[in-house]
Structure formats: C-alpha cells, structure tokens
C-alpha cells in the first residue's frame, strides 16, 4: 500500500494538467437571450481520480492570467489524491445532496438548445426545498448506498423533477456566464460562480469561485445530462474552508485505526494503516509542536507538501488563486425568477 506522501507525490508529478480544453469565447461580453429553464443539481461530483480530475476542469487560465488551452483543477487533483486513500468524499456529498444540505439551482437562458451565440448560466444556492427531501419521523439517519444515483431510503423527494425552491439568502447576486451553444454543448464565461460542496460531514460548504467558466451539455427543458463548473479559490476560502473541512474528515480516520491516543509517537495506530500514515506526516510538523496523536488545522496548513500542492496556480484579475472544477447533473425544478 502506498504511502500518502507517495500518493501526494504522484498527484504532484501530474500537475499541472495537461488536457485540452474548450473554453468558453472571450469575444467580449455575450448578453444572454431566449427563455429562462430552470433545474436543480440531483448530483455533484468531485473528482476520486486523476482522470476526472481533468475530466472536471475546464481552462481557466494561468500563472500568467492568460489562457493556455490547458484543464486547470489542481485542487481537483489533490481531492482525487484522498480520495485514493479513503476519504470518502463523494459518497458525503451523494448524502448532503440527497438529505438537502446541498442545493444548486441552474438558471439556464437560451433561445435553442442546439446552436446560439448567446446563452447564460448562472448557480444559485437553494433552501426551502418542497416536497421535503426526507420522510418525515426521528430519526432521519438513511444511508446512501453506492448505487448511481446513489439511493438514500426515505430521502431525494425534492429531486424528481417536480421540486420547488427558495433562494437562500447567501446565495450571491451574480451575473449568468454568457457564452456560446455549438452542436448542443455551451461553453461560457468567465464570470463568478458560488457551489456547495461536502467535505467533513454533510453540511455545505459554500465556495466561491472566480474567473469561472461552465460546459454544458445534453441540454433539454428538462434535464441537464453534464454541466463542468470550474474556477479559482482565493487563499482566504482555501484557508477557512476547505482545509477545515479536510481536518475535520481526518480526524475519524485517526480513532479508527489509532487506539492509544494518549500514547505518541505510535499512538496505537495499525500497521500500514491511513491513520498512521495521516500522522506520520502532520502530527507534530510545525516547528515547536509535540506529537500529539492528533492533526490540527494548522499542522495541515504549515504542512511543506500540502503547501506545495494547494499553492496557487492560476492568476484570476491580478490575484493569485487555486484553481478547482466539478460536474453536476441538474433535473427540473421551479424557483423565483431571476432578472
């Protein structure tokens, strides 16, 4: 079994990806025309390999803050690289998504679905969801089996196409990403892009993308079959957001397989185990700081490796910033208008 340094490694060798890409036009500004449709994400997807690392970025830029036709999700690839080493993250997000904690709505505006020079897309975060995702009665504990779509007893009701919704009131007032429809695939943007995901527990994380960009496609009135959402984190997201959230994962993972907590350096921990290995490369790396059987948000962030590979890869107007693309699969819904 690979160590995780070796596993981070190996993520580290394979950036920056080097897929190319279709982008969306930067022709100038696309005001978007045509009826609005609305949906709603019945699934989203982060990446648990180094292909759908690449699978789920799009180009959004570079070091240089221009565009070069390659797929940028290096944070992507890092979630990819813990998910090889049994980080369950999509599987949360399956249950954060099918429970309602996680709710993305597509506003989608075009006058064809096949070919247009001028579409939009915007996200919107939902609440309020009816029918309710779950059946009603403590507790409401259902499990997601590894079925696609996974299948969550008693909950997802508001995913059937028939759902209505309210915009919860930290959803940002954004513009659409405009762009083009060709032979049915939109590609649009930049612009700026709010999602949700899950990392150490079913509760959304809202992150905030910049220099965003969207591809749609198998679009309908009534589905949407693919839609890639990728964008950039500024180091203040990445810092408050999702290095939390990946402490918060690790930490069952530690009492799983470390039963002397008390006791360091060893603390127990199984040979050859995902615990063991987790502290032999956080616990106790800052400078001062005793092994403690424990990993703290710090001890991640001050972490040499982690720092190279969540260290900045794109500049998006001037900031530097790490760059991360998923996928969703959007079903009808109703929601307010949005002008």
Not at 118 to 135: D, E, R, T, V
């Amino acid at each position: 079994m690979a160590s995780i340094r070796q596993l981070f490694c190996l993520a580290a060798a394979a950036l920056p990806l080097t897929l190319a890409a279709c982008g969306g036009d930067d022709g100038g500004t696309v005001i978007p025309e045509g009826m609005h449709y609305q949906f709603v994400s019945k699934r989203a997807f982060v990446p648990t390999n180094n292909n759908q690392a690449r699978e789920f970025g799009l180009d959004i830029g570079s070091s240089s803050g221009k565009l070069d036709k390659t797929v940028d999700n290096q944070l992507g690839m890092v979630l990819g690289t813990l998910a090889s080493m049994g980080f369950d993250i999509q599987s949360t997000i399956d249950e954060a998504v099918a429970k309602g904690s996680i709710i993305l709505l597509v506003d989608f505006q075009t006058k064809d679905f096949t070919n247009t020079t001028a579409a939009g897309l915007k996200i919107l975060l939902g609440s309020n969801p009816m029918p309710a995702p779950c059946n009603p009665g403590p507790p409401v504990e259902e499990a997601c089996t590894m079925a696609k779509p996974p299948v969550c007893a008693g909950c997802a009701h508001h995913l059937q196409g028939t759902g209505t919704f309210g915009i919860d009131t930290k959803s940002p007032d954004t513009a659409a990403v405009g762009g083009k429809i060709i032979n049915g695939t939109f590609n649009g943007g930049p612009g700026d892009i709010s999602l949700q995901i899950a990392l150490g527990g079913t509760d959304a994380i809202q992150l905030d993308l910049i220099g965003a960009r969207a591809k749609a496609s198998g679009i309908t009135d009534s589905a949407i079959d693919s839609v890639i959402l990728a964008g950039a984190l500024t180091a203040d997201d990445l810092n408050t957001k999702v290095i939390p959230a990946i402490q918060k994962q690790i930490a069952p993972i530690i009492t799983r397989d470390c039963n002397m907590p008390t006791v360091p350096p060893g603390c127990g921990c199984m040979s050859g185990s995902t615990g063991k290995t987790v502290l032999d490369l956080f616990d106790g790396d800052i400078t001062g700081t005793a092994k403690d059987c424990m990993v703290s948000v710090e001890e991640i962030k001050g972490n040499s490796l982690i720092q190279s590979l969540l260290a900045p890869d794109v500049k998006i107007d001037g900031k530097d910033a790490l760059s991360l693309g998923i996928k969703v699969q959007a079903t009808k819904a109703t929601f307010p208008a949005q002008m």
